[in-house]
């Protein structure tokens, strides 16, 4: 279920140019870190001072982020698979599939999110991360 080591999939579509694939392939190593559950990895990725915003909540410096990380790995939050990586200047935007313990509990195996990630300085200055809704009236 989960990859382990490497990149999550081979086969992301990675829409990006030459000078935006550096900023993709760092947030790509982040979720490999993620995916490995390597803690000190995903915090060295973040600046000290920045910001993580996931679904109600918002965890504001290292040892927040630190934290919101030990809580996943907690709840066994897997990525199941990475549909999409875009990169646009300083801003990565990664579609994705998860899954955990506590979505389980809701019955839900799995769940689309986003992860939109703004880079400065080579590292993670703020991310966000909501789940990722189809409009059941698009295309009608």
């Known amino acids: 279920m989960t990859p382990q080591g490497g990149h999550m999939d081979p086969t992301i579509e990675q829409n990006v140019s030459a000078d935006q694939g550096e900023s993709a392939a760092f947030v790509q190593s982040y979720f490999d870190a993620f995916a490995a559950h390597d803690l ?3 915090v060295e990725a973040y600046q000290d001072e920045a910001t993580l915003h996931f679904v109600a909540g918002v965890y ?3 040892a927040a982020i630190e934290e919101w990380h030990r809580e996943r790995f907690a709840a066994e939050l897997q990525i199941l698979r990475i549909d999409s ?3 646009d200047r300083d801003a990565v ?3 994705l599939v998860v899954a955990s313990k506590r979505l389980q509990f ?3 195996d799995s769940l689309a ?4 990630l703004r880079l400065d300085g080579g590292k993670i200055k703020e991310a966000r991360f909501s789940p990722r809704f189809c ?6």
Do not use: L, M, N, Q
């Not at 999110?113 to 939109?116: L, N």
């Not at 409009?135 to 009608?140: A, N």
């Open 40 to 42: 000190a990895g995903c």
């Open 60 to 62: 504001s410096g290292k």
């Open 85 to 87: 990586i875009t990169a």
């Open 93 to 95: 935007t990664v579609d």
């Open 106 to 108: 809701f019955r839900i």
């Open 113 to 116: 999110g986003r992860g939109v």
């Open 135 to 140: 409009d059941p009236f698009e295309g009608w």
